[in-house]
């Protein structure tokens, strides 16, 4: 197992950081440029930007706020919501995004995936997959933001992203995002098994056991977390100390160098 990346999830709509529940009741947080610094000076190993109702509407709106972040933000940032084309992707790049998360484009033509891996390299290329539970160990896939089925069970989507060229999956849990709940274990160790690409598991974090199990029981190689750092319930010290006491390997930051 290498290092669990500890990730910052801001989903944005418009100038603002927002927060759901199950993907739904969008709550305006604040300014998620102050969040992004605020979140890497605290040690964040890396930065995910979604615009949830990109794809709704035709179109993303990150490229000022990730052009912005990156002057103060030196970590890896991946921007999804929105994403259909190449045009699009060569966009976000530019803006100084490492990697994109593609979710609906890619349902609607999974040849994208292939495309963005061939022209970007497969380490530009998340597939975002937002999955609810249809049945015992059964997860569909769904896209615009968790609202329209895909008729695709999710193993097997995953599967086929990575036989495409996803380098990475960002696995939300409809289900369980925004309540504090803990990480759908089940549908990340299931999906982990099935492929040979790093899961991001993401939806439910609520306090340090949560991503304590998701990564000792659902073997997620990352963890993205939302909630808990939004409303100040824990920061990435709190995080980071307590996965250390129990035994999982977490990189040291650059203020823990500097000590």
Same mark, same amino acid.
């Given at each position: 197992m290498g290092n669990i990346r500890l990730i910052a999830r801001l989903d944005v709509k418009g100038a603002? #950081?927002? %927060?759901?529940?199950?993907?739904?009741? #969008?709550? %305006?947080i604040g300014d998620p440029g102050e969040y992004a610094k605020k979140y890497y000076a605290d040690g964040a190993d890396e930065i995910i930007y979604m615009d949830p109702v990109a794809s709704l509407y035709g179109r993303n709106s990150l490229l000022d706020i990730v052009e912005k972040a990156t002057r103060d933000v030196f970590i890896p940032i991946t921007v999804g919501g929105g994403v259909r084309t190449l045009s699009d992707v060569e966009k976000i790049l530019k803006s100084g995004a490492d990697k994109v998360a593609v979710n609906t484009a890619a349902i609607k033509r999974p040849e994208l995936i292939r495309e963005i891996a061939t022209r970007f390299g497969s380490q530009c290329m998340v597939l975002s997959i937002e999955a609810k539970q249809s049945g015992p160990d059964l997860w569909e896939a769904y896209y615009d933001n968790g609202r329209e089925r895909s008729g695709r069970e999710v193993i097997e989507w995953a599967r086929q992203g990575v036989a495409l060229g996803a380098g990475e999956i960002l696995l939300t849990s409809v289900d369980r995002e925004g309540s504090a709940r803990g990480f759908d274990s089940d549908l990340v160790k299931k999906v982990g098994e099935a492929v040979s690409i790093p899961i991001i598991a993401s939806g439910g974090m609520g306090h340090t056991d949560h991503l304590?199990?998701?990564?000792?029981e659902g073997k997620a190689d990352a963890v993205a977390m939302a909630h808990v750092l939004h409303y100040n319930k824990l920061t990435f010290k709190d995080i980071r100390e307590k996965a250390r006491q129990e035994g999982l390997p977490i990189r040291s930051t650059r203020n823990e160098w500097m000590n």
């Open positions: 603002y #950081l927002i %927060k759901s529940i199950n993907l739904e009741g #969008l709550r %305006k304590i199990h998701v990564v000792k």
